[in-house]
T-cell receptor
Framework: DAGVIQSPRHEVTEMGQEVTLRCKPI?????LFWYRQTMMRGLELLIY????????DSGMPEDRFSAKMPNASFSTLKIQPSEPRDSAVYFC????????????FGNGTRLTVT | SQQGEEDPQALSIQEGENATMNCSYK?????LQWYRQNSGRGLVHLIL?????REKHSGRLRVTLDTSKKSSSLLITASRAADTASYFC????????????FGDGTTLTVKP
């Protein structure tokens, strides 16, 4: 099993640009989570999906952030327009049974907005 | 604010010693999980303990859960330099519909 795959690993962009982060969950997992990690705020849950449906997006900071899961094997997190305060490591995680099984994390995308 | 809070924030020990990290949380939970994160990598699941369990073992890891005190501890016995990492607890609140909330982590350094 290849694990959760995220791309790109690093992204450097200028303020105002659109950024798209991608995630491929583990095959067979029906829950997918997007987290953001910073030194100041730690690990924050942004949004999670169950069976491709968004269940809770209360952690999404503002309307500049959007997430989609068009099918069971792919999800995107988009920031438009990006701002320097969005700089963080963004993690995608998946699990086989929401609330009952552990999360499997990807290696993250380190986003730097200048 | 985060559901779980780890203590201490940082811990430095010699190889072979035991390391104990604590986690406190605020609301009723379904389960509590411990994760490890090496620098520049994603979190790796270590152990999950359900709310009706009091202790769980996995290799050199021992986790306890006290729901009356809303706290958990992670003990790593006979530590190795390779155990150097950040350790996080995560809670699935009873009312949280399956989302895990993470604490700020304990950074463990094991000196060879």
């Amino acid at each position: 099993d290849a694990g959760v795959i995220q791309s790109p690993r690093h992204e450097v962009t200028e303020m105002g640009q659109e950024v798209t982060l991608r995630c491929k969950p583990i095959s067979g997992h029906n829950s997918l989570f997007w987290y953001r990690q910073t030194m100041m705020r730690g690990l924050e849950l942004l949004i999670y999906f169950n069976n491709n449906v968004p269940i809770d997006d209360s952690g999404m900071p503002e309307d500049r952030f959007s997430a989609k899961m068009p099918n069971a094997s792919f999800s995107t997190l988009k920031i438009q327009p990006s701002e320097p305060r969005d700089s963080a490591v963004y993690f995608c995680a998946s699990s086989s049974e929401t609330g009952l099984s552990p999360l499997h994390f990807g290696n993250g995308t380190r986003l730097t907005v200048t | 604010s985060q559901q779980g809070e780890e203590d201490p924030q940082a811990l430095s020990i010699q190889e072979g010693e035991n390391a104990t990290m604590n986690c406190s949380y605020k609301t009723s939970i379904n389960n509590l999980q411990w994760y490890r994160q090496n620098s520049g990598r994603g979190l790796v699941h270590l152990i999950l303990i359900r709310s009706n369990e009091r202790e769980k073992h996995s290799g050199r890891l021992r986790v306890t859960l006290d729901t009356s005190k809303k706290s958990s501890s992670l003990l790593i016995t006979a530590s190795r330099a390779a155990d150097t990492a950040s350790y996080f607890c995560a809670t699935d609140a009873s009312s949280g519909a399956g989302k895990s909330t993470f604490g700020d982590g304990t950074t463990l350094t094991v000196k060879p």
